[in-house]
């Protein structure tokens, strides 16, 4: 499926007093690879919720392995697992610039009507583009 890869570079606030990113800070992380993920496809989230959709979060995993370090370079590996329908769910590989593995994670989303707050199937026009 498609994949995207988002290199970014821990910032100091990011981490706690041992030095490393706090663990919290990785579903942000994986956020970041989500929307670079589909600004490559030519849509942002802005957009989609200027057509009416929202894609809240309803399951995170997030396996730790190895910790990210003030001003490492970290590259987010996010793809896609599956045609999307109602949800989306996206696995994700963070690396440092040696090429450890750092965590593995695994998000799902759902498509959410704006103005009924109700589920939704996936929107066309992102469905065309990931059958390109």
Do not use: C
């Not at 994986?30 to 894609?55: A, C, D, P, V």
């Amino acid at each position: 499926m498609k994949k995207n890869i988002t290199k970014l570079r821990v910032r100091y606030g990011e981490t706690d007093q041992m030095g490393v990113v706090y663990y919290g800070n990785y579903a942000q992380y994986l956020e970041q690879g989500r929307t670079e993920w589909l600004r490559e496809l030519g849509f942002s989230y802005r957009w989609m919720e200027e057509n009416n959709i929202k894609l809240p979060v309803i399951k995170l995993v997030i396996d730790y392995k190895l910790p990210a370090r003030y001003d490492d370079e970290i590259f987010i590996t996010t793809t896609l697992k599956k045609l999307p329908t109602v949800r989306i769910e996206f696995d994700y590989e963070i690396h440092n610039a040696e090429g450890a593995l750092l965590v593995t994670a695994s998000t799902t989303l759902v498509f959410v009507d704006m103005q009924t707050n109700k589920l939704k199937r996936a929107p066309d026009y992102l469905l065309e583009k990931l059958k390109e």
